[in-house]
């Protein structure tokens, strides 16, 4: 089910002003790819590109290709609320539907695949909740409101919503940087434990988190002040870490960055 | 529910403090002051008003030889007063009902189509047109009523007749425009705007998180109005039919025209005639007696307790899920 991204001469606009620029890079399946770099260069709207969440703003768009191993996702005949059933996304601020308890903000994204019956759904609620590490701490509140949890599990459970639907791709941006150390640490443990079975892309402001949690790294930055962001390099974290390719990535890790 | 009582001791706690600590500067004493004088006025000019009403209603309901509640004769001047409000009651919890039922779908559909469907422009247009509509006048929309909408109601409660008579609803033994049908249509139309605009209000308040949210799961438009829009505007969706109801059940002026003289219960939506609480006052206040005016008020404090009671109903409604925003 995990499949893998090809991304080549991808640009992404805000109306006129063009917010990425050229960007082109693999993303390995059943690995996890970071994105780092300093904020405003690009790497939300870089990741909201690889589901098609980019065009629901008013004005924005993009030119490129994002291949799904084969598909073309910018394809001429390609329905976008498609690509989105199959490319899970998780949110900087954790999201639960409101209005719903636990279990229905869980079965949300199986309801609109059309699956109704109950002891399916049971099922995977369980599955995904146990999937999130969320389980144990709600399972004897399922029906209470998903809002009513505290950051940490909202995040956990906005992920259990994201994998109910067996997605081929889980995007997250930012998934952490609202919670406290501890939730933290429990969504990188799930990140890991997720990689086995999804392609895995996490945007993360925290350069240790992405040397704890990711196998590849690629490294965005401006081009320069009032210019798009593009991506510098991509390579293997460990390398990207201890020897990078290029200079503007290693002043950026080191600190020297400016 | 431990959480809530925590964190309600939690504020008493520091209510205590912040009370201790306060300088009890001036302007904050004047406005509590002034916030306070206005609640105590407000609660003193509704005990006034009932008071009064119950006091101008109890001559009458003295005299009353009739039930007041059951019967439906409505001759108090006569010389053996009788009259009661089953009538009035029934046309106008049928009329205003039958109006919401007509006018919330549209209204919310109208709401929907501004907030998500319409392009920019046209949606600017389009709501301020239907918050225009909100502020016209009852008297116009009665006089439209009678004018224009009675004579074409007159060919359609004969086709519906006719046609559809098997249906309870539409059949009888009489049919003409100034039915009952007509006069909630009307309602129907006076109180979409009110509905409409406040519920478009509320969808666009809808946080773009729960749109993203649903949007990423791969929901089409109306999927995420299902599943993200609906649900976090039901309880203002609530209000706002309330909100219609209550002035369609409190209409006269519109309701008195369209509709001719009284006729007795009947759930044949075409018969003509039928009468309201407030279009009975309307029609025959300034020719009452001094027992017919004490018997016009009376029902007028009936009307005040059903549209209570209605709030409050729909007060009941909005709790039951609060927890659930
Ligand atoms: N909704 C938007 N409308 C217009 N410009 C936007 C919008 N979102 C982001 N941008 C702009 O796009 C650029 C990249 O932003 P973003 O992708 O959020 O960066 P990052 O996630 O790396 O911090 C920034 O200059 C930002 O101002
Ligand atoms: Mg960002």
């Known amino acids: ?258 | 529910m431990t959480s809530e009582t925590l964190e309600q001791g939690a504020t008493r706690a520091l209510d205590g403090r912040t009370r201790k600590m306060s300088t009890g500067r001036l302007g904050d004493r004047l406005f509590g002051l002034s916030a306070k004088g206005s609640g105590i006025l407000l609660l003193v000019i509704m005990a006034a008003i009932a008071v009064f009403l119950i006091v101008k209603a109890v001559p009458a309901l003295r005299a009353d030889k009739a039930n007041f509640l059951t019967s439906q004769e409505w001759n108090p001047d006569a010389a053996q007063s009788r009259f009661g409000i089953a009538q009035l009651t029934f046309g106008t919890v049928l009329s205003s009902v039958l109006a919401l039922i007509l006018a919330t779908p549209v209204a919310v559909g109208i709401a929907l189509f501004i907030a998500f469907y319409a392009p920019r422009r046209l949606a600017d247009g389009l709501g301020y047109v239907v918050d225009l509509l909100a502020a016209v006048p009852s008297i116009v929309y009665g006089l439209w009523g009678l004018q224009f909408f009675v004579p074409k109601m007159n060919g359609v409660a004969t086709f519906l007749h006719d046609d559809f008579g098997w249906i309870p609803l539409f059949g009888g033994d009489t049919v003409g425009g100034q039915c009952i049908l007509t006069a909630s249509i009307v309602l129907a139309i006076m109180i979409l705007p009110i509905i409409s605009s406040i519920t478009r209000e509320i969808f666009l308040q809808v946080p773009r998180a729960n749109i993203e949210a649903a949007l990423a799961l791969g929901a089409t438009r109306w999927e995420v109005i299902r599943m993200a829009v609906l649900p976090f505007g039901r309880s203002g969706m609530i209000s706002a039919s309330m909100l219609g109801l209550g002035r369609a059940l409190g209409e006269t002026i519109a309701v008195a025209l369209v509709l001719g003289t009284a006729s007795g219960i009947s759930l044949h939506l075409l018969k003509p005639g039928g009468n309201t609480f407030a279009a009975n006052i309307a029609n025959t206040f300034a020719m009452a007696g001094k027992i017919g005016q004490s018997a016009l008020i009376a029902s007028g404090l009936v009307l005040f307790v059903i549209t209570l009671l209605v709030n409050m109903a729909a007060r009941a409604v909005i709790s039951r899920r609060k927890e659930f925003v």
């Open chain 1, 1 to 258: 089910m995990a499949k893998r991204i090809e991304v080549s001469g991808l640009n992404a606009y805000y109306g006129k002003t063009r917010a990425i620029e050229d960007i082109s890079m693999t993303i390995e399946p059943r690995s996890v790819t970071a994105f780092i770099g300093p904020s405003g260069c690009g790497k939300s709207t870089f990741l909201r590109t690889l589901n098609r969440m980019h065009e629901v703003i008013p004005g924005a768009r993009v030119e490129g290709k994002v291949l799904l191993d084969d598909l073309d996702l910018y394809g001429p005949d390609v329905d976008p609320v498609a690509v989105r059933r199959v490319i899970g996304m998780v949110f900087q601020r954790p999201n639960p539907f409101p209005t719903m308890s636990i279990y229905e903000n869980v079965v949300a994204g199986l309801k609109l695949n059309g699956v109704r019956r109950k002891a399916q759904l049971d099922e995977i609620v369980e599955k995904s909740l146990r999937g999130a590490n969320l389980w144990n701490e709600v399972k004897d509140r399922l029906g209470r409101p998903g809002a009513g949890l505290s950051g940490g599990q909202q995040q956990r459970l906005c992920i259990a919503r994201a994998i109910a639907v067996e997605p081929q791709v889980l995007l997250m941006d930012e998934p952490c940087s609202a919670l406290d150390p501890i939730s933290t640490l429990a969504i990188e443990d799930l990140i890991a434990s997720l990689k086995d079975q999804y392609t895995i892309v996490i945007v993360t402001h925290n350069m240790q988190q992405a040397a704890r949690v990711s196998d590849r790294t690629a490294f965005f930055n401006l081009a320069g002040p009032g210019k798009p962001g593009r991506m510098v390099e991509i390579d293997e974290t460990n390398k990207i870490f201890t020897n990078p390719g290029e200079k503007a990535t290693e002043d950026y890790i080191t600190g020297r960055f400016g």
